[in-house]
């Protein structure tokens, strides 16, 4: 069996930075998606924030999922003001629950100063939603960009409220856009349903999945490019969290897999997201980082053609608004 490297798992720099080195968070807002354990990454981005000194909503499909999250985040340390890790309940592929969940932050909250989109499934067969999205596009994009676009007008406010701001969104993306296959669009939601080929083998389910996390990507450049044009300090970032052993990664690789074995942890696995929420270098170094796709331990490094092609993330904005403007109604 060939030894796995770092960069087998997508590791290009060393951890050279301490946790300690991240900026103190207390009394900062924050917002974590898919993150009712730390045995999964965004439970354990979840605790590191908190344990910055951050209220972290920690987000779930469920209140019972969330309260589960907040438990295990307590139990393992036990300094976190509790009352500082609050529940954010929504199903990313329910739009109408989304809806709710943000107008309930925005009722709540004067400011929001960290958004992590991390939820996301995984490779797997082709469904939809009842609106005709299948359910990887729906919870791996577009869940996500109805929750940061109706957060965002709060995310601006709270970054135009203070010269020396720091507000930032990261959308956790995947190395598994390198597999996707050429020839790919995303200007209509008949593209976005693409089964890449049929519905029968993993590599179809893998090359859906590749394509959301494009999208992924996509979104960040766009939203960075729009930001950036209206003047706003907002940074975003994609990040790729390195191959991490979750139960997301189990389902799919298997507990015996050399891949799930060889995985990082959790917490390994939510370093990078940490590293672009919440540290300095990041924000000291903007132009590098702003809009960029983001590898552990921290370093930028291209995308695919197809995730840089800003013709692609324009189409994948107005789609993305289309498809919502049927469904939520002002
Ligand atoms: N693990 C890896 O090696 C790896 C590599 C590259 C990228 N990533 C990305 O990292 C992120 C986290 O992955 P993970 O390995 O921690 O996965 P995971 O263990 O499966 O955790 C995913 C989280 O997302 C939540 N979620 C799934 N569907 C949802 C929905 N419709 N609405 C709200 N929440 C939903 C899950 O909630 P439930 O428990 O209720 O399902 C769970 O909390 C994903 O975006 C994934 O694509 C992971």
Known sequence: ?????????????????SIDSLIPLTGKITIVTGANTTSSIGGSI???????GAKVYVGARSLAKANTGIKEIIAQSPSIDASNLQPFVAALDDYVAVRAAAEAILQKETRLDILVNNAGIFPLSL??????????????HLGPFLLTMLLLPLLKRTSAA??????????????????LPLGHSFASL???????????????????????KVANILFTKELQRRLDQDGSRILVAAVHPGLVATPGSKR??????????????????????????AHPEVRDSADEFKGAFIVPYGVARGATELAEDTEEARKLWDVSEQILAGIIKA
Not at 46 to 52: G, I, M, T, V
Not at 127 to 140: I, L, P, R, S, W
Request: include cysteine; proline fraction near 4%; charge should be negative.
């Open 127 to 140: 469904e939809y939603d009842q609106y005709g999205v299948n359910k990887v596009m729906a919870t791996n």
């Open 190 to 212: 008949q593209a976005w349903n693409d089964s890449f080929g049929g519905d029968d083998n993993p590599l179809q389910f893998f090359h859906r999945y590749a394509y959301s």
């Open 46 to 52: 979840a605790h590191q924030l908190a344990l910055r």
């Open 252 to 277: 799919v690789l298997g507990v015996e897999s050399e891949q799930y074995k060889s995985g990082i942890t959790p917490y390994e696995g939510a370093l990078t997201e940490v590293w672009c929420a």
């Open 162 to 179: 203070a010269p020396d701001s720091d507000v930032r969104i990261i959308n956790v993306s995947s190395t598994a856009i390198d597999a």
């Open 1 to 17: 069996m060939a030894e796995i490297k770092p960069s087998d798992l997508g590791i290009t720099r060393e951890l050279d930075w």
